[in-house]
């Protein structure tokens, strides 16, 4: 029961290529969704049972970040890949969100020597919001009000992660809003004085 955690981790990682594989071989957009759709609800289950068995760890919520990172990345390329018309019309937001989101990677290893593995609500918000919009794209053919929603989500959640990580002195994870970075920073600071 202890290893449920990392298969489903596991699960979503193997998801990754076979998310790519399906695009390329042409698969239809009902399959890539339903990967897709597989992959999260792995990903929702896994921190939940973590939590529950409490091995909700830093280890674990830092690999658990990177294979979303990985996922997500990769069902990405198979959007753009099956459908480039999507690419061609949205290119100038999916370029400003990936270099947001790789910028702030790049700041978190820069400051704290790793990825920051927040899990805050708005990345919660913001993988179901992918979910929704690679939907709307693969069940349609083309991208609508819910693929411009994940990627407006996409930008809040990145800038809510940024103001967190420049705000905090040290690493920290599992923090679910701003406001409780603020609150965490605070009470560090109180007992260091």
Not at 7 to 33: C, D, Q
Not at 64 to 87: C, E, Q
Not at 115 to 124: G, R
Not at 128 to 157: C, D, H, K, N, P
Request: hydrophobic content about 60%; cysteine-free; aromatic content about 14%.
């Amino acid at each position: 029961m202890k290893a449920l955690p990392w298969v489903l981790i596991g699960v979503r990682l193997v998801f990754a290529p076979v998310i790519l594989v399906a695009a390329f071989m042409g698969w239809r957009g009902s399959t890539l969704f339903a990967i897709a759709a597989l992959a999260m609800l792995a990903d929702l289950f896994d921190g939940v049972i973590a939590r529950k068995l409490r091995l909700d760890t830093e280890r674990i919520r830092q690999v658990d970040s990177r294979v979303d990172t990985v996922f997500y990345f990769a069902a990405g390329i198979a959007l753009l890949y099956r459908f480039p018309a999507v690419w061609h019309r949205y290119e100038p937001w999916i370029v400003a969100l990936a270099i947001v989101e790789l910028g702030r990677m790049a700041f978190e290893w820069r400051k704290f020597g790793r990825a920051a593995a927040y899990h805050m609500w708005s990345a919660k918000a913001w993988g179901l919001a992918m979910l929704l919009g690679f939907g709307e794209v693969t069940l349609s053919g083309r991208a609508g009000v819910l693929f411009i929603l994940a990627l407006a989500v996409g930008f809040v959640t990145n800038l809510e992660g940024l103001a967190a990580s420049i705000l905090f002195r040290q690493w920290h994870y599992d923090v679910a809003t701003f406001w409780h970075a603020l609150r965490i920073e605070r009470q560090l600071r109180s007992t260091q004085a």
